[in-house]
T-cell receptor, first 114, second 112 residues
């Protein structure tokens, strides 16, 4: 069965600290897709990244980076030099090859204090 | 501007009073979905549609109906709302399996 686990319910950091949000997934498919979405206090869902199961390259986008490791079924997200504007709930999600359904984790609430 | 719109954004209603939440996308996407977000549960898919007149149940379809008569619209219908349907609802659309899903701004529904 498919499942996404975000074990960290809430994380608090002080501005400029680095923070890593963990995501562990379960799937029997060999072809699947992983996503991260950000939900700021305003409530909308903002797409951050998409990865397919055949692309294990890590990705960096500004202060954001993602570490995809199939061996541990993890797709972790790191924010470097965090800022107050990074405060949000972050969701990791999985979709398999035969459906457009996104299976979401329960989210990690990140609070960045000045 | 490419977007998914939902209306209303906020709704307070009473048990048993039928309501419809509209969803419209202007990106010519074939796939559309409805999700509900509840604290501690993340988002869960309610219904999805792969094309006009093609709909199917997601993980939590009980108490909901949908229709897809036009490609751009995918309304969510609660025929007899109950308090356990109080939630934040999101409509989403995508070009296909594995691609980015575009989400609407959300509809916060309270059923008293």
């Amino acid at each position: 069965a498919q499942k996404v686990t975000q074990a960290q319910t809430e994380i608090s950091v002080v501005e400029k600290e680095d923070v890593t949000l963990d995501c562990v997934y379960e799937t029997r498919d060999t072809t699947y897709y992983l996503f991260w979405y950000k939900q700021p206090p305003s409530g909308e869902l903002v797409f951050l990244i998409r990865r397919n199961s055949f692309d294990e390259q890590n990705e960096i986008s500004g202060r954001y980076s993602w570490n995809f490791q199939k061996s541990t079924s993890s797709f972790n997200f790191t924010i470097t030099a965090s800022q107050v504007v990074d405060s949000a709930v972050y969701f990791c999600a999985l979709s398999e090859d035969d459906t457009d359904k996104l299976i979401f984790g329960t989210g990690t609430r990140l609070q960045v204090f000045p | 501007e490419a977007q998914v719109t939902q209306n209303p954004r906020y709704l307070i209603t009473v048990t048993g009073k039928k309501l419809t939440v509209t969803c419209s996308q202007n990106m010519n996407h074939e796939y559309m979905s409805w999700y509900r977000q509840d604290p501690g549960l993340g988002l869960r898919q309610i219904y999805y549609s792969m094309n006009v007149e093609v709909t199917d149940k997601g993980d939590v379809p009980e108490g909901y109906k949908v229709s897809r008569k036009e490609k751009r619209n995918f309304p969510l219908i609660l025929e007899s709302p109950s308090p356990n349907q109080t939630s934040l609802y999101f409509c989403a659309s995508t070009t296909g399996v594995g691609n980015e899903q575009f989400f609407g701004p959300g509809t916060r529904l309270t059923v008293l």
